[in-house]
Nanobody, 127 residues
Framework: VQLQASGGGLVQAGGSLRLSCAAS????????MGWFRQAPGKEREFVAA???????NYAGSLKGRFTISRDNAKNTVYLQMNSLRPEDTAVYYC??????????????????????WGQGTLVTVSS
């Protein structure tokens, strides 16, 4: 499967953005999906995940501001980001996993879980 992330851009603090991750090559319904981000000078970190069945997990600091969702009919996963802060500035990546093991937070939040990765989309939040 090929993943294409989009929707990034420049936004003022307090604003919102919705990122999209479009899949091609295979049906997205067969994959668990995740969003990660990498801020300048920092390691990539987990943001959110959604299983094939629709259950979700979030990084603790982001819960309540970010929402992950999926539309299998459109072969797309979304990340709605509200109340954005300058510290949310990062390149955001979507990723896909097709294994049957996606039950724990530790699994869903680990980069090694995911086999396929999109190219990333840059989100810049100005203060």
């Amino acid at each position: 499967v090929q993943l294409q992330a989009s929707g990034g851009g420049l936004v003022q603090a307090g604003g919102s953005l919705r990122l999209s991750c479009a899949a091609s090559g295979r049906s997205l319904s067969t994959y668990h999906m995740g969003w990660f981000r990498q801020a300048p000078g920092k390691e990539r970190e987990f943001v959110a995940a959604i299983s094939r069945s629709g259950s979700t997990n979030y990084a603790g600091s982001l819960k309540g501001r970010f929402t992950i969702s999926r539309d299998n009919a459109k072969n797309t996963v979304y990340l709605q980001m509200n109340s954005l802060r300058p510290e949310d500035t990062a390149v955001y990546y979507c990723a896909a996993d097709s294994s049957p093991y996606f039950s724990s937070y530790s699994t869903r939040s680990a980069e090694r879980t995911y086999t396929y990765w999109g190219q990333g989309t840059l989100v810049t939040v100005s203060s």
